[in-house]
């Protein structure tokens, strides 16, 4: 899969000086399909694996520049389920907010393999890790929680946020940070990711997921930055 072209990049990625701002509203999630055929679906995807389980999370209601390094997220609550069901072609109207991470170490970053029985992205490679943000937790802790939970490592420093992208394949918001590690991870600790590994330089096996593929360009900054610092 070829890599995003600069300009296909531009268009979705905000880079971040300091934290985004969450701004939550009490507008509902506009359901674009009828609630039975989203209920459906999740019974069959719960019945595939019943290790998903349903709960609060994020809808991205708008997006907006703040002009000083910052940007402004509105969002409201819903249901994981309204993001889970667009893998099985459901249109629910859901544009998820996540949390990546560039996690690195000595000048390598870690990347995992998703399980085959993920909702998206399923057996395709990314950098790790990676999660939803839930209500009402800042996105830095959630990815440092996220960073112990799916890969078993700790951050040497608190977990800085970087930019913030559009994956479109998927129809998130995915704010991204830089997080340095003690030490690689072993073996990953759950069934979200099958392997691990820590990848130098920037090819990435196959297949890869877009999103991944278009936060090289976010990765390849922290990695330069890792290696001039004193």
Known sequence: MAAPSPSSIADRLIWLRRPARLVESDIALDIKV???????????????????????????????????????????????????????????????????????????????????SCATYPSHWEFAPGGSVEPGEDPIVGIGRELMEECAARPCVRPKPVALIFDRSVGNWEIIHDISMESPPDAPPNWEYSSLRMLEGFQFPQPTSPCSLAMIEVARRVITAEQIQP
């Open 34 to 116: 009828d609630k039975k055929a989203i209920a459906s679906g999740w019974e069959r995807m719960v019945a595939d694996n019943p290790r998903m389980t349903d709960g609060p999370c994020l809808h991205v209601l708008g997006v907006r520049r703040d002009g000083h390094g910052g940007a402004t997220i509105h969002v409201t609550r819903t249901t994981y389920r309204m993001a889970a069901v667009r893998s099985l072609g459901i249109t629910t109207g859901f544009v998820g907010l996540g949390i990546k991470a560039i996690a690195h170490w000595r000048g390598k970053c870690l990347i995992g393999q998703r399980s085959a």
